[in-house]
């Protein structure tokens, strides 16, 4: 079984990858960026690294999703590789940081891997407002982060919630600015009600929008 936590930068995705793992005995697939090696330089001038950035995290996705879709094991991922694909770099492009032809040849890469693979079996949303994910980042302190700028966040948002209106697969949207699951045990038990309702059927769930 393939869980997949997708959201913004500081939303609480590692976090929550840490809690379900521990919680349901899932093994995590943590997001590797303490040891990308375009990361830094790519914050420090986007246009010039765009393209080696986004590659970079293409490929080391792709190897991921292979993986799992060979383990018989439950997973939890943090990060997807269709936000990569979907928002990332078509937010990249659309700043003018990516070249028309480097980004269709990324997207034509994206294809081609996807059609490889198929979805999670849940996906689950960290929806977050920019504010508390500043506030989140901030807190964390990982100092090449220091420098995003609010437009950038801005746009990686607005591509977030266009691509989960348009998600076809299981999908499980949690409002991060409402709950502190981290600190408070009924919010994160909220959480977990929701994924029970999702995975095993133990209860009726009902959507919540907003």
Excluded at 136 to 141: L, P
């Amino acid at each position: 079984m393939h869980i997949a936590i997708a959201g913004n930068i500081g939303c609480g995705k590692t976090t929550l990858t840490r809690m379900l793992a521990k919680r349901y005995g899932w093994i995590p697939k943590y997001e590797s960026v303490d040891v990308n090696p375009y990361l830094q330089d790519f914050y420090a001038d986007m246009k010039r690294w765009s393209f080696n950035l986004q590659i970079y995290f293409l490929n080391t996705r792709f190897k991921d999703v292979v993986e799992i879709s060979k383990s018989s094991d439950n997973i939890v991922q943090d990060r997807t590789i269709y936000e990569d694909a979907c928002i990332f770099a078509p937010n990249i492009h659309a700043m003018g940081n990516m070249s028309d032809r480097d980004f269709q040849t990324y997207q034509d890469l994206f294809a081609l891997m996807m059609s490889l693979v198929r979805k999670p079996d849940l996906m689950i949303y960290l929806r977050s407002s920019i504010p508390h994910l500043i506030e989140k980042i901030q807190k964390r302190g990982r100092e090449y982060e220091q420098s995003i700028q609010i437009d950038y966040l801005t746009g990686l948002n607005n591509r977030y919630e266009a691509w989960i209106a348009d998600y076809d697969g299981e999908l499980l949207i949690i409002d991060a600015d409402k709950i502190d699951f981290e600190n408070q045990p009924q919010d994160f038990q909220s959480i977990t009600d929701q994924i029970d309702a999702r995975l095993f059927g133990l209860f009726p769930y009902q959507e919540q929008k907003g």
